[in-house]
């Protein structure tokens, strides 16, 4: 089974990726923590109606009394106020110090179960059993943790690393469609970032993928985190290298931010991100066009993107507005070619609304979905 490492300060963890991971991880689980008192799943409705029981019986062979804590589903409920009424509920329960907190869901679940892991008597243990594409492949390695504000998203939060996440593939298969496919542009921006071999596939396997072929998810998923976890093990904090993660991030968060966050899923914005950023390192000479091509159709054929129909001023606004910049410079990550992307601080204004404009070109059909 692909065992990926991730090397942080607090101490190794692995994330394991395995079809059927989730009716062996009882006994994985059992392995690990052997100290642990009591488990507690904090899930959501869809996930605990379709995959808790197959959990719950893992864990209760393993000789745990798993206990399920649900939470509102959705981003709304991603806020401190989530965390208050589950670390009421554990005392309630009794959870004390050796209590293990398990995020059992998509990045939602993984975000306020890690806040809520690293507050609660000081800090318990945690595991992440993310159950959607975007949170195998990305939320739930790099021990981010975090809760909205009305001011923004994720103003507040932690770095927590979890003692092990267990990544089971087979749970994708109820994930609505545009879910899925969202979070396949988070994997297809590890390709770009640093794994060619993950690139060719959504090139070559397209089909394969899109039908949700088991073998191939699997692979896809160890491989996106394998890169994740390179990333994150060079630079914790994301002083420098951990930037690179941020591919299409630069222009998809200000797209998000755009259009109220209701428009676009992340996944989604980041997919046209990484179209925006590609064009931006064609204008500025710092790509070719064969490789620019390549990302964008690679892009483009996982299906179609919700269109954005956004002023490009508005968009550069906030760009210069945003949190990531520094001294007023807004940063992008631009791919060199595949496998190969830098930091760049030079772009021009100008190249940045041509790109934004082509986004909007781009959307209104200017382009063939292929099958
Ligand atoms: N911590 C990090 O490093 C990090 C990185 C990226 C994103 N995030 C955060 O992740 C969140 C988005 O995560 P997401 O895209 O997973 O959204 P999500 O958690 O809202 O899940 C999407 C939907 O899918 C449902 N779902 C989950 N698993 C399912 C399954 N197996 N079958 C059927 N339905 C299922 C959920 O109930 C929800 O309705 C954002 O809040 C974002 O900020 C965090
Ligand atoms: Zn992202």
């Not at 299409?248 to 925006?276: C, D, F, K, S």
């Not at 807004?330 to 940045?352: C, M, Q, T, W, Y």
Request: with cysteine; proline share 5%; aromatic share 6%.
């Amino acid at each position: 089974m692909p065992q990926v490492t991730i090397h942080v300060a607090p101490g190794p963890y692995q994330a394991w990726i395995e079809n059927g991971l989730l009716a062996r991880s009882g006994s994985v689980l059992a392995d690990l923590l052997p100290q642990a008192s009591r488990i507690f799943l904090v899930t959501v409705p869809p996930v605990r109606k379709r995959w808790g029981a197959k959990f719950v019986r893992s864990l209760r062979a393993a000789g745990f009394a798993p206990q399920v804590l649900s939470m509102p589903d959705g981003e709304p409920s991603k806020r401190l106020s989530t965390v208050e009424r589950l670390a009421e509920k554990l005392v309630g329960l009794g959870a004390d110090r050796k209590a293990v907190i398990v995020g059992f869901g998509g990045g939602v679940v993984g975000d306020v179960s890690g806040l809520l892991a690293s507050l609660y008597m000081r800090g318990v243990e945690l595991v992440q059993v993310p159950t959607t594409v975007l949170a195998q492949v990305d939320a739930s390695i790099g021990g981010k943790t975090g809760v909205n504000l009305v001011a923004g998203k994720n103003l507040v939060g932690t770095f927590y690393h979890p003692r092990v996440v267990l990544i089971d593939p087979a749970t994708l298969k109820t994930l609505p469609d545009r879910e899925f496919r969202a979070g396949l542009y988070e994997a297809l921006k590890c390709g770009v970032i640093g794994n060619v071999e993950l690139f060719l596939r959504f090139e070559q396997n397209r089909t394969r993928i899109l039908k949700r072929d088991p073998a191939e998810l699997e692979w896809l998923i160890a491989q996106s985190v394998k890169l994740k976890a390179e990333v994150v093990s060079a630079d914790e904090h994301e002083g420098g290298l951990r930037r690179v993660l941020n591919l299409g991030h630069t222009i998809g968060h200000a797209l998000e931010a755009e259009t109220g966050y209701r428009r676009l899923l992340h996944g989604e914005a980041v997919g046209w991100g990484m179209i925006a950023a590609t064009n931006i390192a064609l204008r500025v000479g710092r790509t070719d066009s064969v490789t620019a091509g390549r990302i964008a159709d690679a892009v483009l054929s996982l299906g179609r993107l919700p269109e954005v129909n956004v002023s490009s001023r508005k968009i550069l606004a906030r760009l210069q507005s945003d949190k990531k910049t520094q001294n007023g410079v807004v940063h992008f990550i631009l791919p060199r070619e595949i496998g190969k992307v830098e930091v760049a601080s030079d772009v021009p204004e100008s190249v940045v609304v041509e790109s934004v404009d082509e986004l909007r070109r781009l959307s209104r059909g200017g382009w063939v979905w292929k099958k």
